[in-house]
């Protein structure tokens, strides 16, 4: 392992979560100007996490708490992947064990809300992961690996520009990986939406803040992601993912919620489209 | 790190509004909390609807025979520490329902109350108000919490020592 890797070690395991946590706070904060208030501070984020870590520990069953931790465990090896450019498909796999800690945690207790909220969960599970299949395979075809190492290496030009309907794509399944309107059908970060509070209901306290932070990493994750498609120019880097994560939070504000019936076709048949129609540019342009 | 855990107490309550049997009125105001006008979320206030991710419980509306085992139920589901907050002249005092034969009478029969809220509909302001004051009361707890069992235990174990 070399020094530069260490470093880039460091920085997703420590610095993520910071970036993860501003994101976040300036995420509310635009939420609350959006709707005409004045919104909390910038740190508001990081308060509620302590605040949620001095809590009482109380807990349903002892599978919340390994479910917590394994959740976050995910989360963090995704990011830390992502640092050292590893494979596409492989931190694609990680993501996805992640995601099925946290529902086994919901249904590990036996509250109906938080049942329900699982079984949503994985309804958006089963909406997102194709759809992040099929981006992933589209930057494949158009670069011929699944390393970001070797994309970054051996590709010259912005991948949006080539695959600007499978950044579409990617922008549908973010959507519903950050938990926001109109998918925010298992959880919400709103107050007031989801039954009780979905897939979190039974998840208190510290073990809360644990899920939090972890959903800081998944933030700094998908920007990463995003950032993959203009890797050439750093300056258009960062007016993509404002842009995006923009995009992301009037999106959230603007829609009201719709229900999983609604969600899995539309999202699938308008994916499969985008994502082949997006196929047989490539195809063309290589023939 | 426990002076920053203890800041983060006071700056991101989030409280749970409990309809213990009121007319909407206090219920209202309290939502018009939520509105631009007054902005809660300000102060790192949310309104969860949760009483396992609640710090504060906001209860309006008299207490009866039926409800008293719904309040004490969400109040012994909120993590320690936690502050309970009354608003109205109902949920201080039982209001002019005070003497009817279903009524128990204000929330501070069935569980501790820190704070009482006046009005009949209590106004966001004075709801705020009394929020804040709560919060006060919630830094000091949360002070107990950190200093474990055996500390918080030794008023009693002095009180058993001296009898």
Known sequence: ?287 | MKSFINKSRVKSPWLIHFDCGSCNGCDIEVLACLTPVYDIERFGILNVGNPKHADILVVTGTVNHRNKKALRNVYDQMPEPKVVVAVGACGTTGGIFREAYNVVGGVDKIIPVDAYVSGCAAKPESIIDGVIIALGKLAEKGKKVDQGIFERLENTQNFIKNR
């Open chain 1, 1 to 287: 392992m070399s020094m530069n890797e260490v470093i880039a070690v460091l920085a997703a395991i420590f610095v993520a979560p910071i970036i993860g946590g501003i994101v976040a706070g300036i995420d509310r904060k635009v939420t609350a100007r959006l709707q005409g208030r004045y919104g909390p501070p910038l740190l508001q984020p990081f308060y509620d996490v302590f605040k949620l870590f001095g809590k009482e520990k109380m807990i349903v069953n002892y599978w919340q708490i390994i479910c917590a931790y394994m959740y976050l465990a995910a989360d963090v090896l995704t990011v830390v992947l992502l640092a050292l450019q590893s494979d596409l498909l492989l931190i694609f796999f990680v993501l996805a064990v992640g995601g099925v800690f946290l529902v086994i945690g919901a249904l590990a207790a036996e509250s109906p809300y938080s049942q329900i909220g699982a079984q949503r969960e994985l309804i958006q599970m089963l909406t997102y992961e194709p759809l992040l299949i099929l981006v992933f395979v589209g930057i494949y075809l158009e670069t011929g690996s699944f390393k970001i190492s070797d994309i970054i290496a051996n590709y010259h030009e912005p991948l949006l520009l080539s695959l600007p309907l499978l950044f579409v794509v990617l922008g549908y399944a973010l959507v519903i990986k950050l938990k926001k309107s109109p998918f925010d059908i298992a959880t919400s970060h709103h107050a007031h939406q989801e039954i009780v509070k979905g897939v979190l209901t039974e998840y208190s306290g510290p073990y809360l803040a644990i899920i939090e932070i972890s959903h800081w990493y998944e933030t700094v994750f998908i920007l990463g992601l995003c950032a993959l498609f203009w890797h050439t120019n750093f300056i258009w880097m960062a007016v993509l993912l404002v842009v995006t994560y923009f995009g992301e939070v009037l999106v959230d504000n603007i829609c009201a919620r719709l229900t999983w019936r609604w969600m899995l076709p539309h999202a699938w048949t308008g994916g499969l489209i985008m994502s082949f129609a997006n196929y047989f540019w490539i195809y063309e342009k290589i023939k």
